[in-house]
């Protein structure tokens, strides 16, 4: 996947993610900066590339990752433990191909059957 950015000025907060991320914090950004007066930056990338990326030595002011990686950064020192703060939970969605009937998943069950239901690609 292609790295999503976000940029402001060079005194902005730097905030690294992952991509699950940057729509949102790419929303809330002219709210918090009206807010606070100060601007931020966004860099999203995949969440395994990402914590490669900061493992590898990239710096931000804020990291917004997975409880995993997050748990993984601190028992490295990477970031302070006990910083880490649930902002998010995240839900699972379904796309189909355009033109493509949508899949029955109203209930578990039917999830399941969908799913079982499905040809592979490969």
Do not use: C, N
């Amino acid at each position: 996947m292609t790295p999503q950015i976000r940029t402001a000025g060079p005194s902005a907060l730097k905030i690294l993610t992952s991509h699950s991320s940057f729509t949102v914090l790419d929303a809330l950004a002219p709210d918090f900066e009206r807010a606070a007066g100060q601007q931020y930056s966004v860099e999203a990338d995949g969440a395994k590339a990402m914590l490669a990326r900061i493992k590898g030595g990239e710096t931000a002011d804020v990291v917004v990752l997975g409880p995993a990686e997050m748990d993984e950064l601190a028992a490295l020192g990477i970031v302070a433990a006990g910083s880490r703060r649930l902002i998010a939970r995240s839900r699972v969605g379904v796309a189909v191909r355009a033109g493509a009937p949508k899949p029955d998943i109203s209930t578990v069950a039917a999830f399941k059957q969908t799913l079982l239901d499905a040809r592979s690609r490969r």
